[in-house]
Every structure is written in structure tokens, then in C-alpha cells.
């Protein structure tokens, strides 16, 4: 049983590029979160994403956008890159019914914008 | 805004030492606690979770975590350590009542010693 999956492992971009970041959720599991943990910092809800629709958003600003397929996979995009945005991209998959889920996490991608 | 606190950023023990890792939140509502571990070189894994009913909650490898609502606390605890301990450990909160983000703490890093 395949856990969370996340491509690629290593990224590294220039500012102003633009980004895709790829996450395969655990079987069974039909809900996608995204968080970024930035260096010595905990992860911070980006957004999440169920039935393919964003579902809830943190304090991220438009730059920052997503897309649920229909076999639950998902994308992060980031646009216009920020050396601010550098980072350990972190998927995390659940199940969508009801409102207390247990979230697992994947490996992370971790982006260089330099 | 709802946030959470660890007390301690980085703690250093002797192996068989006791450990408490201490972890506040800031929301009046129902909550749902996690611990998670993050060892050298692997993603964030679920360590133990609290939904409701007792609230002393008994995890993998040993650990536990007491929930006690009125001081707002979630302290891990693990009464004698080992060198594999060594791992970031971060304290969450998934708010009920239709928001589905996790909120984590900055994390606590623990090393022990031989």
C-alpha cells in the first residue's frame, strides 16, 4: 500500500519562474492538503482540495494556486517566484467525510529560488 | 488567530532521561491534537492524535500525550529515551466544525545522546 507521493524531490528556480509540484495521496483517501515549512518553522496550511474543489485556503496570496484530478491527485503551482518562496513543499492526504480527519504526510519537495 | 506554542525549541537528553515536550494552543472551540515526529532524512509521521474521550492518549514507540482542556495543553511525554528518539517534533490542532487545516507549532528538536 503505496503511502503519500510527491514529485519532484529536488527543485531549484529562478525568480519570476513558475513552479508545478505533483502529489499522489495515499490509497483510499479522496482529500489533498498543501503546506509550506520554511526553514526551522513548522508547516503552514497553504490550501486544501476535495471532490476537486479548493476546500479551504490559508494566508497565501494568488501566486499560490492548485487543481484536484479525478483520481484525487494533485498540483501546487506557484507563479512568479519569490526568494521568500523557497521552501519544503509538503502534501498531506485524508479522507473528506466528516470534519476530523487524520492527515498523512509525503516526502515534500524542496524548492530552491534563487 | 488560532496558533500554537511549543515551549521548547531545541532539547538535549541522556538516553533512558524522561522527556515532556510542551505544546499550548489558542482556541476556545473543540479541538483535535496531534503529534507528529520528523526523523533525520524522512517525512512527518503521525506519532498520536486526540479526538475525544480519554484524554491521557498512548502513541507508537512509547509515547504519550495528555490532553488537559483548561490549561489548553497537549505536553508529549515519554519516560525513558533512546538515541533513535533523536527527531523535530511538532504539535497540531485541526479545528472542527468545518475547517479542515491543520495548525502546527514551530516544532521541538530533540537530541539524545549515547
Redesign the interface.
Known amino acids: 500500500d503505496a503511502g503519500v507521493t510527491q514529485s519532484p524531490t529536488h527543485l531549484i528556480k529562478t525568480r519570476g519562474q513558475q513552479v508545478t509540484l505533483r502529489c499522489s495521496p495515499k490509497s483510499g483517501h479522496d482529500t489533498v492538503s498543501w503546506y509550506q515549512q520554511a526553514l526551522g518553522q513548522g508547516p503552514q496550511f497553504i490550501f486544501q482540495y476535495y471532490e476537486e474543489e479548493e476546500r479551504q485556503r490559508g494566508n497565501f496570496p494568488d501566486r499560490f494556486s492548485g487543481h484536484q484530478f479525478p483520481n484525487y491527485s494533485s498540483e501546487l503551482n506557484v507563479n512568479a517566484l519569490l526568494l521568500g518562496d523557497s521552501a519544503l513543499y509538503l502534501c498531506a492526504s485524508s479522507v473528506g467525510q466528516g470534519s476530523v480527519e487524520t492527515q498523512y504526510f509525503g516526502p515534500g519537495t524542496r524548492l530552491l529560488v534563487l | 488567530a488560532q496558533s ?1 506554542s511549543q515551549h521548547n525549541h531545541h532539547v538535549i537528553l541522556s538516553e533512558a532521561a524522561s522527556l515532556e515536550l510542551g505544546c499550548n494552543y489558542s482556541y476556545g472551540g473543540t479541538v ?1 491534537l ?1 503529534w ?1 515526529v520528523q526523523y533525520p532524512g ?5 506519532l498520536l ?1 486526540y ?1 475525544s474521550g480519554d484524554p491521557l492518549v498512548k502513541g507508537i514507540k512509547g509515547f504519550e500525550a495528555e490532553f488537559i482542556k483548561s490549561k489548553f495543553s497537549f505536553n508529549l511525554r515519554k519516560p525513558s529515551v533512546q538515541w533513535s528518539d533523536t527527531a523535530e517534533y ?1 504539535c ?1 490542532v ?1 479545528l ?12 521541538t528538536r530533540l537530541a539524545v545522546h549515547p
Open positions: 500554537v483535535n496531534f507528529y524522512q517525512h512527518l509521521q503521525l492524535k479526538f511538532f497540531a485541526l472542527s466544525g468545518g475547517y479542515n487545516k491543520l495548525i502546527f507549532g514551530a516544532g
